[in-house]
T-cell receptor, first 112, second 113 residues
Framework: DAGITQSPRHKVTETGTPVTLRCHQT?????MYWYRQDPGHGLRLIHY???????DKGEVSDGYSVSRSKTEDFLLTLESATSSQTSVYFC???????????FGPGTRLTVL | QKEVEQDPGPLSVPEGAIVSLNCTYS??????FMWYRQYSRKGPELLMY????GNKEDGRFTAQVDKSSKYISLFIRDSQPSDSATYLC?????????????FGKGTLLTVNP
């Protein structure tokens, strides 16, 4: 395992409610990423972080915000969840010394 | 044109067959190429990693990169039912501070016993 955990693993929520997903790493890596995976679209980058308090947008960042106050934790927040945000969310960390990424187990989010 | 194109399949083969999975890409700046395997309801798992052109072998798996054709392949020899998964290709431009990966949409493979 790459030392990545995600919580919760499953969540069902209602439209308009705020949701926060957590990614935790034990590897002390600088780079962390949030992706969503949807049928027909594959993996799409939402936001990424290159250090504590340093974050940037990916290709599908609208409706999402992130925070990183500690090296080991990267939070993804949906301020007001919509049904279009029903998806599987994956966190990833950089591979040591390579241009690769290692993924967490995923969070399955359903917005009703 | 999408940056990375990958046939979604599904691909169904008998056990023991040789499987060929492919991706094409349009960005000539890509230098790092990866294959991920993703089992149902699991996270993607890094399977193979290559830099620039050439071949890399790891057990039953061989990754090939042809940068002149902008084409990468993953071959699986003596395929097993446990190889049944979705295979994702991924690539990136350079090392250093740019760790952004561009993914194909994945090919669903089923190996039948």
């Amino acid at each position: 395992d790459a030392g990545i955990t995600q919580s919760p693993r499953h969540k069902v929520t209602e439209t308009g409610t705020p949701v926060t997903l957590r990614c935790h790493q034990t590897e002390n890596h600088r780079y962390m990423y949030w992706y969503r995976q949807d049928p027909g679209h594959g993996l799409r980058l939402i936001h990424y972080s290159y250090g504590v308090k340093d974050t940037d947008k990916g290709e599908v960042s609208d409706g999402y915000s992130v925070s990183r106050s500690k090296t080991e934790d990267f939070l993804l927040t949906l301020e007001s969840a919509t049904s279009s945000q029903t998806s599987v969310y994956f966190c990833a960390i950089e591979g040591s010394g390579t241009d690769t990424q290692y993924f967490g187990p995923g969070t399955r989010l359903t917005v009703l | 044109q999408k940056e990375v194109e990958q046939d979604p399949g599904p691909l169904s083969v008998p056990e023991g067959a040789i499987v060929s999975l492919n991706c094409t890409y349009s960005n000539s700046a890509f230098q790092y190429f990866m294959w991920y395997r993703q089992y149902s309801r699991k996270g993607p798992e890094l399977l193979m990693y290559t830099y620039s052109s050439g071949n890399k072998e790891d057990g039953r798996f061989t990754a090939q990169v042809d940068k002149s054709s902008k084409y990468i392949s993953l071959f699986i020899r003596d395929s097993q039912p446990s190889d049944s998964a979705t295979y994702l290709c991924a690539m990136s431009e350079s090392g250093g501070s740019n760790y952004k990966l561009t993914f194909g949409k994945g090919t669903l493979l089923t190996v039948n016993p």
